[in-house]
């Protein structure tokens, strides 16, 4: 990893964070160079990314950036990568934002004749199959949607239907993949991908607690880095709150540390947080 360009890496990343948010948003619109999206209350895509890396900021971008979000009744969220100039930091702090949480990119270059399945520290799990959900079958898509989004919500507390919009809409896109793992007939974890430029991402990865500490997630991320090599990328890169086993697996797989990302949020009387 000593040989790639972090911040050319932040742009690859950030861009794509945008893109995604933008194409899974009920609203969106472009801002600077990245996006600001609008998925409904409680979305996970409720954010404005992707900007902050080419210039700076005017203070009516920024007023227009809070009226996006409250206007719509939802607290402005900011995600931001770490080569973010000062100046525009102290314009978001003067309005009110406050840090909500830090996630690590991790990434890892795509060699064409690397085998990811053979960097499983254990082989793969006994057992454990993992297959490509087809985005025509509603009912597998859907069932995808829930096993995936399980690890970010309270155990055993069902799918909101703002998640499983956006997972739908990302799970028929020509450039995602959707990825099960089962356990006989039982589907026990679930993680997505999605390739475009020459890059390829790794999201939304959830293993059912009682399959967990198998290798599972080890799986899970080495048949998405095949279908990003076949895709043709020569990048993958996985964002992971720190110290959690997502991180930990990723590095188990050849990730290393590429920059953190700041969240921001604006608080506000009325104004629904959002993931």
């Known amino acids: ?44 895509v409720n954010k404005a990314c992707g900007f902050g890396l080419e210039g700076p900021l005017t203070d009516a971008a920024l007023d227009g950036l809070v009226a996006f979000f409250v206007q719509r009744g939802v607290e402005p969220k900011v995600e931001l990568s770490s080569f973010t100039p000062p100046a525009l930091l102290a314009g978001l702090a003067s309005r009110g934002f406050v ?28 057992g454990v199959t993992v297959e490509r959900v087809d985005p025509a079958d509603e009912a597998a898509l859907r069932e995808y949607v ?3 989004a399980s690890g970010f919500l309270p155990e055993g507390e069902p799918v909101p239907d703002v998640f499983m ?12 993949d959707s990825y099960v793992a089962r356990v006989g007939r039982e589907v026990v974890g679930a993680g997505g991908c999605e390739s475009s430029g020459g890059s390829t991402a790794l999201f939304g990865t ?5 399959f967990r500490r198998r290798g599972v997630q080890q799986a899970l991320i080495a ?32 990730f290393s540390m590429a920059y953190t990302r700041v969240v921001l949020v604006k608080r506000g009387e009325g104004l629904v947080p959002s993931p």
Do not use: C, H
């Open 146 to 148: 829930t096993v995936s």
């Open 1 to 44: 990893m000593n040989d790639l360009d972090f911040p050319g890496i932040a742009r690859v990343v950030e861009r794509k964070q945008a893109t995604a948010a933008a194409e899974l948003a009920r609203e969106s619109q472009p801002f600077a160079e990245g996006w600001l999206a609008f998925g409904g209350p409680g979305s996970y």
């Open 223 to 254: 048949a998405r880095l095949e279908r990003g090599r076949e895709r043709g990328s020569r990048l993958a890169f996985i964002i992971s709150g720190p110290g959690i086993p997502t991180e930990r697996n990723a590095v188990r797989l050849g």
């Open 99 to 126: 840090l909500k949480e830090f996630e690590n990119v991790l990434a890892r270059p795509l060699p064409p004749s690397e085998e990811p399945r053979a960097l499983l520290p254990q082989g793969w799990p006994s």
């Open 206 to 210: 959830s293993v059912k607690p009682a």
């Open 165 to 176: 919009e956006a997972g739908l809409k990302g799970g028929r896109s020509a450039t995602y």
